[in-house]
């Protein structure tokens, strides 16, 4: 038996994804994901990316991580765009909390009957 496998889904399954926050010039936190940061940067300084960061003046990279699957870097960025803007400085300043945050989602939940 013969396999084919198109080479842009193998390259997206072996590609890492990333979770970034920008900052804006009047301090709104930005949340997305990416394969590529540096040129997702790019595109936003650009006025290429998000429209919620159009026309949002200097932009700044606060912080990325590195999340592996995409499914993963999904539910993250979901879960980071919930947080209060108290915990996403907490999340930027290092304190612990992504770690953890990452761990409760790949920590599967048991449910009792």
Known sequence: ????????????????????LIRTHDNMLYTGITTDVPRRFTQHQNGKGAKALRG????????????????????????????????????????????ALRESLLTPVVKDD
């Open 56 to 99: 949002k003046g200097a932009l700044e990279l606060v912080f990325t991580a590195q999340i592996g699957e995409r499914s993963l870097a999904l539910r993250l960025e979901y879960r980071i765009k919930q947080l209060t803007k108290r915990q996403k400085e907490r999340l930027v300043a290092g304190d612990g909390s992504f770690e």
């Open 1 to 20: 038996m013969l396999f084919f496998v198109h080479i842009n889904t193998l390259n997206n399954a072996m590609t890492p994804w990333f979770l970034y």
